[in-house]
């Protein structure tokens, strides 16, 4: 009972509140804004997550406002501000180090300027369930605003497997041809080209085929090194695990795709965690 509980509560903190796909803002932080019910202009300080969506928070006329977007009309002008960024992006998992005995990933519902620091809304508290479990309950106490010092990253992991095998996260087909009926992503980044598979079917395909293959193979991949550091950059930014999918067993030779953390393993992939499930 206690892991099922856990596993609810898990659950419940990384499921996003708005749904499958994020709403995008009607101002952005730090925008100067018009807002309509004070007939005045002043800059966005923050913006969090409601039951109503998106509400944002402008200092204007030395009062804190909490508006909607339909009450705010966007200049596109914004705040020169010498400070950082915010370390964290609204929809990003995280790691809330004083979650106590529940479970540790949260979602980023909210950034606020305060003070001139930034501070993240995190929920901290899971709702409670009725005795019978048909209700839930929760608090307008349940969001935390804590600072970058509370949270930490959640470092996404890529996997590598076959297509039959263990998936975890999101599956993602790199070989050259996807089987029939896939229905997912597909990422021809790290697949020989057309010629290439072809002078393997032709080729005597012994281990002096496959040393020769490896080394032609290299030279296209050397080729794309530019758009594979594209790749990497922004999966760097992605907190989902995902999996990558050819039809050979890691360890296995596969012409059909070059697993960037699987046979042939580089080190550009280890700076957001590499795993193997075959």
């Known amino acids: 009972m206690t892991n099922l509980v856990q596993n609810l509560e898990q659950c419940w903190y990384i499921s996003p509140p708005w749904g499958q796909q994020i709403p995008p803002l009607l101002v952005s932080l730090l925008e100067r804004v018009y807002v309509k019910s004070a007939k005045a202009f002043d800059y ?6 409601s039951e109503h969506g998106w509400k944002y928070e402008i200092f204007v006329c030395n009062t804190n406002i909490t508006a909607l977007g339909s009450e705010l009309i966007g200049t596109g002008s914004l705040q020169p501000n010498t400070k950082e960024k915010p370390v964290f992006r609204l929809g990003e998992l995280v790691e809330f180090r004083f979650h106590g005995d529940d479970p540790p990933v949260r979602i980023v519902q909210g950034i606020q300027l305060i003070n001139d620091s930034w501070f993240y809304s995190v929920e901290w508290m899971s709702p409670s369930i009725s005795e019978k479990g048909d209700e839930i309950f929760t608090s307008r106490d349940s969001i935390a605003r804590v600072t970058d010092y509370d949270l930490e990253r959640v470092i996404m992991t890529v996997y590598t497997s076959y297509y039959r095998g263990e998936i975890r996260g999101e599956a993602i087909s790199i070989s050259l041809y996807p089987p029939k009926n896939w229905k997912g992503k597909h990422l021809p980044l790290f697949a020989p080209t057309p010629e290439l598979l072809k002078w393997w079917k032709a080729s005597a395909q012994d281990a002096e085929a496959e040393k020769d293959y490896e080394r032609r193979f290299r030279e296209i991949l050397h080729s794309r090194q530019q758009l594979i550091d594209l790749w990497v950059r922004k999966q760097q930014q992605v907190s989902a695990d ?23 393993s580089g080190d550009r992939c280890q700076s957001f965690g590499v795993g193997k499930l075959d």
């Open 242 to 264: 995902i999996t990558l999918c050819c039809f050979e067993k890691s360890g296995d030779f596969c012409p059909m795709a070059y697993r960037p953390c699987g046979r042939w």
């Open 44 to 49: 966005c300080t923050g913006v969090e997550w």
